[in-house]
């Protein structure tokens, strides 16, 4: 059971480089996130996908793109990358839907994506 | 989602009991406070969560004031490893919907 799998751990681009982080989970959820972490800083929402088929904006996310591609699968894209968008990219799931018995509601996160744009 | 807010940094010496506060003034009836902590660089981790009944588990303890605006987190024996940056959040504990972070408490565990 690998919970939440993203790749690639490490990139670098160069300024204007279009590349796609990808995220893909084993745990049946529905719901997916994407967060940039600069260093020193908390985490910021870029997009979510509350469910298959659905995708929103978060907090930050002028600069990417989103693609749900099936129920286990979130890739993030970026178009034309910058300098300001070298972070640490993590990707996360949860169940989501009715609470039931047992169910914490908890995040799983993937290791994640740290990205350099030069 | 409600916003949160906690200290930038504590310091805590090992073997004593880490508490770390956070205030959600906002919160609504059928949201839960929940705890993240993030070692290093790596993905965040699940602590506790509760709704207004203080909760304990194997990795610590939740108190929620009864009028559910604070809480704190308490680590009752911090040791370096708990040195990490803990994030408190609330949200429906269910549902479809976004989940957002805000900045966290830094704890530093000291010899």
Same mark, same amino acid.
């Given at each position: 059971?690998?919970?939440?799998?993203?790749?690639?751990?490490? @990139?670098?681009?160069?300024?204007?480089? %279009?590349?796609? =982080?990808?995220?893909?989970?084993?745990?049946?959820?529905?719901?997916?996130?994407?967060?940039? @972490?600069?260093?020193?800083?908390?985490?910021?929402?870029?997009?979510?996908?509350? %469910?298959?088929?659905?995708?929103?904006?978060?907090?930050?996310?002028?600069?990417? $793109?989103?693609?749900?591609? $099936?129920?286990?699968? !979130? %890739? =993030?894209?970026?178009?034309?990358?910058?300098?300001?968008?070298?972070?640490?990219?993590?990707?996360?799931?949860?169940?989501?839907?009715?609470?039931?018995?047992?169910?914490?509601?908890?995040?799983? !996160?993937?290791?994640?994506?740290?990205?350099?744009?030069? | 989602?409600?916003?949160?807010?906690?200290?930038?940094?504590?310091?805590?010496? #090992?073997?004593?009991?880490?508490?770390?506060?956070?205030?959600?003034?906002?919160?609504?009836?059928? #949201?839960? /406070? &929940?705890?993240?902590?993030?070692?290093?660089?790596?993905?965040?981790?699940?602590?506790?969560?509760?709704?207004?009944?203080? #909760?304990?588990? #194997?990795?610590?303890?939740?108190?929620?004031?009864?009028?559910?605006?604070?809480?704190?987190?308490?680590?009752?024996?911090?040791?370096?490893?708990?040195?990490?940056?803990?994030?408190?959040? /609330?949200?429906?504990?269910?549902? &479809?919907?976004?989940?957002?972070?805000?900045?966290?408490?830094?704890?530093? /565990?000291?010899?």
């Amino acid at each position: 059971n690998a919970g939440v799998t993203q790749t690639p751990k490490f @990139q670098v681009l160069k300024t204007g480089q %279009s590349m796609t =982080l990808q995220c893909a989970q084993d745990m049946n959820h529905n719901s997916m996130y994407w967060y940039r @972490q600069d260093p020193g800083m908390g985490l910021r929402l870029i997009y979510y996908s509350a %469910s298959e088929g659905t995708t929103d904006k978060g907090e930050v996310p002028n600069g990417y $793109n989103v693609s749900r591609l $099936n129920k286990r699968e !979130f %890739s =993030l894209r970026l178009e034309s990358a910058a300098p300001s968008q070298t972070s640490v990219y993590f990707c996360a799931s949860t169940l989501g839907g009715a609470r039931t018995s047992g169910y914490t509601g908890e995040l799983f !996160f993937g290791e994640g994506s740290r990205l350099t744009v030069l | 989602d409600a916003k949160t807010t906690q200290p930038p940094s504590m310091d805590c010496a #090992e073997g004593r009991a880490a508490n770390l506060p956070c205030n959600h003034s906002t919160i609504s009836g059928n #949201e839960y /406070v &929940y705890w993240y902590r993030q070692i290093h660089s790596q993905g965040p981790q699940y602590i506790i969560h509760g709704l207004k009944n203080n #909760e304990t588990n #194997e990795m610590a303890s939740l108190i929620i004031t009864e009028d559910r605006k604070s809480s704190t987190l308490i680590l009752p024996h911090a040791t370096l490893r708990d040195t990490a940056v803990y994030y408190c959040i /609330v949200r429906y504990s269910g549902g &479809y919907q976004k989940v957002t972070f805000g900045t966290g408490t830094k704890l530093q /565990v000291i010899p």
